[in-house]
C-alpha cells in the first residue's frame, strides 16, 4: 500500500511538471481552480475572478489574499454527495478526519483538531467553551446541505478571529434565496433533493423553497432529514449501533434596504437522536487487536440552534467621513448534550446545556494610505451542567454537582481587531495586523474527586495580543503567479473543558477538573507560491508552527488524568495541490502533504517529568489524484479519484492508551478509488452516482473509533422548480 501511495503521487507530480512546462494548445477560457464544476450549470464559464472573504474578513480575489485557501463550491459538495460536514472535507489538501463514531467527526488540519480549529458560519463562531479536548463531535452537528459554499485557511487565524484558530479558519456560508441576482417582479424557486447510499445504509432527503422579489427581499426555507444504518465495512460487515438519526431545517431572510444596506435574518437548528459511542461499549468491534469496551451503551442526542441578525452596508461613500463598509451582527446559539451511559454495574445520565450570545461590528476604511479594516468582537456562553446516577435495580443513587463541565457557569470573549492593507509600489501587498484579546471564565460549581475539597467555584481571566504580518508578490502583471509569506502569532485560552471536565476521555481514562491554566501560545511561519493561468492551477506552501504552553493531559495514576501548561514543540509540512485543465473536456488534479511534529508529553503517570514525542494523530503523508471528463455542453461529467494515507505508526504515549481506537503497531496505510459522475438530463432534473471505495479496501482513519464503509453505491437526484 504505502507502493501504491508514493507511485500515484510521483506520477502525479511528474503528470503536472510536463503538462505546466508543455504548453497545451489554446482552448476556451478556463476556470479557477475548483470552480471548473460551477460551469457545468451552464454553457458560459465565468468571467469575474474567484473571489473569497474568510482570509481577510473582506472580499478579496483568491489568487491576491496572503496565505493558502482551500474552497468547496456548492456544486462540488452537490456533486460528492457528503454525508457530514466534517467528511466534506477529506478531500482538502492536509486534512484528514477522525472519528470516534460514526456520528462524530473531527478534521485534523495541519496537526491540529477540536478546539485547535475554529468554525464560523457566515461569520459568527461556532465554537464555545464547552468543547473539550482532541477530536470532538460538534462540527458534525452542522448541516452541510444548509451550506452554499466553505472556505478553510489552513494555519492560524487568531488575529482576525481570536482564540482557536490555530490549525485553520473554516467559514460555512449560509444558502440564501440570491433575490440579488433574480429579475424585477416576483420570483419563486424550488429543490427536491435525494441522497442513498448503500455500504452505510442512509437516506437523506432535502427539501429547499426560495421566493421573494427580485432585487428588493428574498426568503429561503430548508429541512433535511436524514437516516444513517449501520456502517457496513469491509472485512469486518455490519458495525452494531453505528446507525442514528438527524433532522435539521434552516431559514434565511435578505431584505434590501435601499442600493447599499442589507438585512439578514437567520434561523437554523438541528438534531441528532441516539448517536452511539461504540468503542467504548460491547458494541465496538476490535480491529487490528484495538480492546472493545465495557459499557454497555453510551450514546448521545445533541440540538444545536443559531439565530442571528445582521446590518451590512457596503459602497457607502465614506460613512461618517471614513467608513466605507459596515456590519453589525447579534447572534444567539444554543448546544445541548444529553448522555445517557449504561454501564456493568449502574446507569448514568449526564447533559450540557449552553447559551451563547455574540455581538459583531465591523468596519472598513478605503484610505490613501491604505486599506483598514476593524472591529469588535463579543460572545458570552452561559452553561447549565449536571448528572444523575442510578442503580441497576433502577434507583437514584446520587445527582451529580456537575455534568461533564462546571454547572451554573460563564465565560466571555472579547475582542479588538485590525488588518491593514497596503501596496508597496505595484507588485509588493503588505498585509498587517492586530488583535487584543479578554477572555474570562467564572465556574459556579464544580467537584474535584481528586482532592478532599470536592465542591468549589472558580474564576480567572486572561488576556492577550497577538500581531502578524504578511506580504504577497507579484511574479507577473496578469496576476497568474504570486509569492507569498508570512509570521503569524495565535493563542488559545482555556475555556471551561479545560478547567473543568469531569468526563472519559481516550479509553475510559478519566478527564479531571484543572484549575490554573495560562493560555497556548504558537507563531506560524508560511511561504508559498501560487500559480493560476489559462491551463494551470496550483499551489505549493511550507509551513512551521512553534507551540509554547500548550495544554496537554498529565496522568495520575487510578486510570486518571488532570491538565497542565507543559507541552512545548513544533508541527510542520509541505503541501502542494495542482490542477491541469488539457481543454474544454479533460483536466487532472491531486494534491500531497506532509506533516510531522513533536509536543511535550507526560508519559507515565505520576511523574512530573515530560519527555518529548510525536504530534498525536500527525498523518505523514496524503495524497489525492484524479481525473474528470466533462461533456462539451457540460451536462455529463465523471471523475476517478484516488485518496492515500500513509501508515500511522509513530505512536505518542497517549495513543499506546487508547487502546480501543488506536492498533497497538498503528492504523495501516489505505488508498480508496471513488468512480463518480453525473447527468444533467433536463435544466430542472440532475442525477448523480458514485462507486465508493471500489477496491472494498478495510481501513480507519487514524484515532478513529469505527471502521469506514467498504464498497458501495451513493445516488442522488435532485429536481429544482
Do not use: C
Request: no cysteine.
Amino acid at each position: 500500500m504505502e507502493k501504491t501511495f508514493f507511485a500515484t503521487s510521483l506520477l502525479l507530480l511528474a503528470g503536472l511538471l510536463h503538462l505546466q512546462a508543455a504548453e497545451p494548445a489554446p482552448a476556451a477560457p478556463s476556470l479557477p481552480l475548483g470552480a471548473e464544476n460551477a460551469a457545468s450549470q451552464n454553457n458560459d464559464p465565468p468571467v469575474l475572478p474567484e473571489v473569497v472573504v474568510t482570509a481577510t474578513r473582506s472580499a478579496t480575489e483568491a489568487i491576491k489574499v496572503p496565505s493558502q485557501v482551500r474552497q468547496l463550491s456548492r456544486v462540488e459538495l452537490q456533486e460528492r454527495q457528503v454525508r457530514t460536514l466534517p467528511e466534506a472535507l477529506k478531500e482538502l489538501p492536509g486534512v484528514h478526519v477522525q472519528k470516534t463514531a460514526n456520528a462524530q467527526g473531527s478534521p485534523y488540519i495541519r496537526g491540529f483538531t477540536g478546539f485547535r480549529n475554529l468554525a464560523l458560519i457566515d461569520g459568527i463562531r461556532f465554537n464555545n467553551s464547552t468543547f473539550r479536548e482532541g477530536p470532538n463531535q460538534y462540527w458534525n452537528t452542522i448541516d452541510s446541505y444548509a451550506i452554499d459554499r466553505i472556505e478553510l485557511v489552513p494555519g492560524q487565524g487568531s488575529v482576525l478571529y481570536g482564540s482557536d484558530a490555530i490549525g485553520g479558519t473554516l467559514n460555512l456560508f449560509t444558502k440564501s434565496s440570491g433575490f440579488r441576482d433574480e429579475a424585477a417582479g416576483f420570483f419563486f424557486h424550488g429543490l427536491s433533493a435525494y441522497r442513498g447510499a448503500t455500504a452505510e445504509e442512509s437516506n437523506i432527503g432535502r427539501q429547499e423553497f426560495q421566493f421573494g422579489e427580485g432585487g428588493r427581499w428574498g426568503l429561503h426555507l430548508g429541512a433535511s432529514l436524514k437516516s444513517f444504518g449501520d456502517v457496513h465495512a469491509a472485512g469486518l460487515g455490519d458495525q452494531p449501533e453505528t446507525g442514528y438519526d438527524e433532522w435539521a431545517y434552516d431559514m434565511r431572510l435578505d431584505v434590501a434596504l435601499d442600493a447599499n444596506w442589507t438585512l439578514t435574518a437567520v434561523h437554523q437548528q438541528l438534531r441528532q437522536n441516539d448517536a452511539w459511542r461504540t468503542h467504548q461499549t460491547v458494541k465496538g468491534v476490535s480491529w487490528h487487536g484495538t480492546t472493545v469496551g465495557t459499557d454497555l451503551k453510551r450514546a448521545y442526542d445533541q440540538e444545536r440552534s443559531l439565530s442571528y441578525v445582521r446590518l451590512e452596508g457596503q459602497d457607502l461613500d465614506n460613512l461618517l467621513g471614513f467608513i466605507d463598509a459596515a456590519s453589525f451582527t447579534v447572534s444567539l446559539q444554543s448546544a445541548n448534550e444529553y448522555e445517557h451511559r449504561i454501564r456493568t454495574n449502574r446507569t448514568d445520565y449526564s447533559q450540557v446545556e449552553l447559551r451563547t450570545l455574540g455581538f459583531d461590528l465591523q468596519f472598513e476604511s478605503q484610505t490613501p494610505l491604505g486599506r483598514f479594516l476593524y472591529g469588535v468582537d463579543y460572545y458570552r456562553d452561559d452553561v447549565s451542567s449536571g448528572s444523575q446516577r442510578y442503580n441497576v435495580n433502577g434507583t437514584l443513587n446520587s445527582i451529580g454537582v456537575q455534568g461533564p463541565v462546571g454547572d451554573d457557569s460563564s465565560y466571555d470573549l472579547l475582542g479588538a481587531y485590525l488588518n491593514y492593507e497596503v501596496d508597496l509600489g505595484s507588485r509588493f501587498h503588505l498585509f498587517l495586523g492586530a488583535r487584543q484579546t479578554y477572555a474570562a471564565a467564572d465556574i459556579g460549581r464544580y467537584a474535584d474527586p481528586s482532592t478532599p475539597q470536592r465542591v468549589d467555584s472558580y474564576d480567572d481571566s486572561w488576556s492577550n495580543f497577538s500581531a502578524s504580518g504578511r506580504i504577497v508578490v507579484d511574479l507577473d502583471t496578469k496576476d497568474q503567479f504570486k509569492v507569498f509569506a508570512g509570521v503569524s502569532q495565535g493563542f488559545r485560552a482555556p475555556n471551561l473543558s479545560d478547567l473543568s471536565r469531569l468526563d472519559t476521555a481516550l479509553s475510559g481514562e478519566t478527564e479531571l477538573p484543572s484549575p490554573g491554566l495560562d493560555p497556548e501560545q504558537f507563531i506560524n511561519y508560511e511561504m508559498g507560491l501560487k500559480a493560476d493561468t489559462r491551463h494551470f492551477s496550483g499551489s505549493l506552501s511550507y509551513f512551521y508552527t512553534q507551540i509554547d504552553d500548550m495544554i496537554i493531559r498529565r496522568p495520575i495514576g487510578g486510570n486518571a488524568a488532570i491538565k497542565s501548561n507543559a507541552g512545548e514543540g513544533f508541527i510542520h509540512g509541505v503541501e502542494l495541490a495542482g490542477e491541469v485543465r488539457f481543454n474544454d473536456n479533460w483536466s487532472v488534479f491531486g494534491h500531497v502533504t506532509w506533516t510531522e511534529g513533536e509536543v511535550d508529553q507526560f508519559p507515565r503517570a505520576n511523574d512530573p517529568t515530560v519527555r518529548r514525542e510525536p504530534a498525536s494523530r500527525v498523518v505523514p503523508w496524503m495524497g489525492r489524484a484524479g481525473i474528470r471528463w466533462n461533456s462539451s455542453n457540460r451536462r455529463v461529467w465523471a471523475e476517478l479519484v484516488s485518496l492515500s494515507h500513509s501508515q500511522y505508526d509513530n505512536l505518542t504515549s497517549g495513543d499506546k492508551r487508547d487502546t480501543q481506537r488506536v492498533p497497538a503497531d498503528g492504523n495501516p496505510s489505505f488508498n480508496i478509488v471513488t468512480l463518480r459522475g453525473g447527468w444533467q438530463i433536463t435544466e430542472n432534473i440532475g442525477v448523480t452516482l458514485a462507486l465508493e471505495n471500489l477496491l472494498d479496501e478495510e481501513y480507519r482513519y487514524a484515532g478513529s473509533g469505527s471502521n469506514e464503509p467498504g464498497f458501495g453505491l451513493v445516488a442522488g437526484a435532485t429536481i429544482r422548480f
